[in-house]
């Protein structure tokens, strides 16, 4: 009997334990890709993904404009996602572009990456 009373309420620990992670999960993809970029990128990038953030005068190389599609038509989306997760160095870029996998996840990543196709018009290159 009372391993009965024990194995519910492990049970009833654990229903608890997936409703806590379910919940977690669910906060963080309620963190849209927009939210994330004016989270982390507009002070250099730009509200407006322009390049115009109020940091980019002090940096010595200018952010992208990521509403440029031209340049941004010239990177593949794994290269962004690289220069995102890395940060500049990884792409041969400015290290003044910082790398962001220890704030973001990668899926995290991929949907900014798609805001980012949004900003330009554009598609990126094939590699
Ligand atoms: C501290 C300023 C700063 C912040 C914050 C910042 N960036 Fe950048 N970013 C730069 C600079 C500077 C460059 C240009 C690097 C170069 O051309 O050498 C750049 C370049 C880029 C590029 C182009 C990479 C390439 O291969 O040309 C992408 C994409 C990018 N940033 C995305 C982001 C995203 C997304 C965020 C937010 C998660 C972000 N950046 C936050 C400064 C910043």
């Given at each position: 009997m009372k391993t009965i009373v024990i194995s519910k309420f492990s049970a009833a620990m654990f229903a608890a334990a997936l409703f806590l992670a379910a919940g977690m999960v669910g906060s963080a993809s309620a963190e849209t890709a927009a939210d994330n970029y004016s989270l982390y990128c507009v002070q250099c990038h730009g509200t407006a993904g322009t390049?115009?953030?109020?940091n980019a005068p002090y940096l010595a190389v200018a952010p992208r404009n990521h509403s440029d599609a031209k340049a941004m038509g010239e990177l593949s989306d794994a290269n962004v996602a690289l220069a995102i997760t890395e940060g500049g160095s990884a792409v041969?870029?400015?290290?003044?572009?910082?790398?962001w996998k220890h704030n973001l996840t990668a899926a995290e990543i991929k949907d900014i990456v798609a805001h980012l196709r949004k900003m330009c018009k554009c598609t990126g290159a094939a590699k």
């Open positions: 390049g115009k953030g109020i041969g870029k400015s290290t003044q572009m910082p790398a």
